[in-house]
């Protein structure tokens, strides 16, 4: 089975559990995410990291919501494992790193954690909170920064229920265009 459709089948399969305390499921919310990076005119890179920023969640066995029972599932850094199978750090970094942008976001921008889901603030406790002076600094010299900001601003707008986006199909040519040659 090739990786585009290993995917595929990840996201129509076994993307229908509970997001965390969110009215969406794991495949609306994904499908919102990559569709708000495509509006935005993202690259395919950011569109696939979109698309699949939260697959580290489908692929560990701790259940649907693990922050919920207290626990830190890292998703990012089992999603990170995962894609850099397949993709380049145009992909798995902005998706190792939309948690550390959602603490930056939270220590950077006033207005920012009033704008998180209840999910988000239970499972920001369990990241570490907002990120200090020192760590601003450190992420901000990361080379994917800029872009695992853009990822998290979509993932926190990836949350409305009943909105209608294009099927898994649609993003598959993202992640095709996306892969490690």
Known sequence: ??????????????????YGLSLVNQQQHALQA?????RDGGSDALVAAALLHDVGHLVHDLGE??????????????GHIWLAQHFGPDVTEPV????????????TEADYFGKLSADSIKSL????GPMSAAEVATFEA??????????RRYD??????????PPVAHFMAYVARALRA
């Open 1 to 18: 089975m090739s990786i585009t459709t290993n995917i595929q089948a990840l996201l129509e399969g076994r993307a229908e559990g509970r």
């Open 34 to 38: 990559a569709w708000l990076a495509e």
């Open 65 to 78: 919501d693990p922050a919920d029972a207290g626990i830190d599932d890292k998703h990012e850094e089992l």
């Open 96 to 107: 190792r790193l939309h948690v550390a942008a959602k603490r930056y976001l939270c220590a």
């Open 156 to 165: 926190e707008q990836a949350k409305v229920k009943g909105l209608a986006t």
């Open 142 to 151: 990361l080379p994917q920064w800029r872009e695992a900001v853009r990822l």
């Open 125 to 128: 406790a369990l990241q570490g």
